[in-house]
Each structure stands twice: as structure tokens, then as C-alpha cells.
């Protein structure tokens, strides 16, 4: 046996050992999120493609992994994870109803601060942060886009409610004058009325918030990977602060 046999046969060992003991590492996966346009936090020719996308887009590579985006009307992109075909989407309030159909995180991806936008020269002494009863109170009409997070709000409250279909219909109406609010996200609203309205967007100002609303991922019940996202998501620590679009990560 002598030594150099002794030598091949402790090679062996130590080789079949580091071969029990290897783990092979995790592979690295992709995974496609539906997405419409609401810039500045989500939009195909934003920074980035938006502060909300990048937030998830760090949690997904944090965890080893990348993310692409597809940009679809927001209803579509809804129905598709709603049914599977994608197995995320974001951002969305909570429903009571989304819930039922969606697995939601504990943890948002921001905070949206919702005003009430209005013609200034129809209300030339501004309009407070009104509630949803004080909206019926005041006996103001609000124009509003069928199925966004409000409109069961808007419904229990009493309001006089105009709803359209597109975002565009919102605030079209709310220029000529025939609703006497639309209540959106300060930053979005910014941007899409002068998207919208063009020179116009100047005659439209808006209100003081009046609402603050946590906005999340929503993640497929009925796609292969909407489970592991929502683990992937709950596992990740908060982003640092100063790459947040607002403090509301918890």
C-alpha cells in the first residue's frame, strides 16, 4: 500500500465529502410582473420605469432573482393575475374583494397621498381635504374611473358619483366643467393632467390631502409562482429610507 496509495486514498474521502456537503446554489429566475402606467411611481418612460418599480424590482434581485415588467392596461393586467396567466402586479389599495382573489403582503411598496382636483375658477376660494361625507355634505359631484380602489367608498358614503372608463374621460369632464372633483394621487395627478389637458392642465389645482393610502403587490392565488413571490416579498428587509418615494415602508 505505501504512501502515495494512502495519499489517493484520503483525496477520495476528502472528495466524496465536499460532494455530500455541496449545496448547489439557488437558480436564478425571472419573473414577469403586469403593470399599467402610473407614473411617477410606475410608467414605461419613467426613470427606472418608475420609484415603485425599482423598490420591487430590488426586492426580487435580493433575493437572487430578476424581474421584468409588462405594461398593459390596468384592467388587463388585473384579470391576467386574477387568472394566472402573470403572477404578480402592482400597486393597488386593499380591498376586502381584491383579498378574496389576490394573496397581499403585510408590507406596501409606498404610500399614495390622495387630493381632490378641481377647476379654480369654479371654486376660486379652494377646496378643503374633504371626506367622503363631507363630499355629500357639500353636495359636490365627483367624477370617478369605474373599478378604482374608491369607488365602494364613494358608494357608502353617498356621494353624487359620474363614473367613466379611462382616466382621460376624468379629467375631460372635470375641465368642461361637469363633475366638480376627481380625486387622484398628488404626484400622479401632476403628471397626467398636463399628459391629459396639455396648456389647460393649469386651470385644474387641487386640495390639501386628504387621504393617505398604502399601495401594494398584489400576488396571483392561481399562477405557480404567486405564492413564492409573496414569501420572496415578506422575507425582504425594508429598502433604505432614502430610496423610498415616501416613508411608508413598515
Avoid at 367613466?164 to 403628471?191: C, F, K, N, P
Amino acid at each position: 500500500g505505501g504512501p502515495g496509495v494512502r495519499q489517493l486514498g484520503s483525496f477520495i474521502c476528502i472528495l466524496m465529502l465536499c460532494c455530500f456537503l455541496y449545496v448547489p446554489a439557488s437558480r436564478s429566475e425571472t419573473f414577469t410582473f403586469a403593470v399599467g402606467e402610473w407614473p411617477p411611481f410606475i410608467g414605461a418612460k419613467s426613470p427606472g420605469f418608475g420609484s415603485h418599480t425599482q423598490i420591487v424590482r430590488r426586492v426580487i434581485e435580493k433575493a437572487g432573482h430578476q424581474a421584468k415588467f409588462d405594461f398593459l392596461p390596468w384592467q388587463r393586467s388585473y384579470q391576467m393575475v386574477r387568472n394566472g396567466t402573470y403572477a404578480a402586479t402592482f400597486s393597488w389599495s386593499y380591498t376586502d374583494e381584491r383579498s378574496e382573489e389576490f394573496y397581499f403582503p403585510e408590507r406596501p411598496v409606498g404610500l399614495a397621498t390622495y387630493v381632490h382636483f378641481y377647476k379654480k375658477d369654479r371654486f376660486p376660494d379652494g377646496i378643503g381635504p374633504l371626506s367622503f361625507d363631507d363630499l355629500r355634505k357639500e353636495g359636490l359631484s365627483v367624477v370617478a374611473v369605474r373599478n378604482y380602489w374608491y369607488e365602494d367608498m364613494l358608494e357608502a358614503a353617498g356621494v353624487t358619483v359620474e363614473y367613466v372608463s379611462t382616466e382621460q374621460l376624468a379629467w375631460s369632464m372635470l375641465l368642461h366643467e361637469r363633475a366638480d372633483v376627481y380625486m387622484e394621487s398628488t404626484e400622479v395627478g401632476m403628471i397626467r393632467k398636463a399628459v391629459f389637458l396639455g396648456d389647460e392642465a393649469s386651470l385644474l389645482v387641487h386640495s390639501p390631502t386628504f387621504l393617505e393610502v398604502p399601495m401594494y403587490p398584489m400576488f396571483s392565488r392561481k399562477h405557480p409562482d404567486g405564492r413564492r413571490l409573496l414569501e420572496i416579498w415578506e422575507a425582504s428587509s425594508p429598502p433604505d429610507p432614502e430610496t423610498t418615494p415616501e416613508a411608508a415602508i413598515r
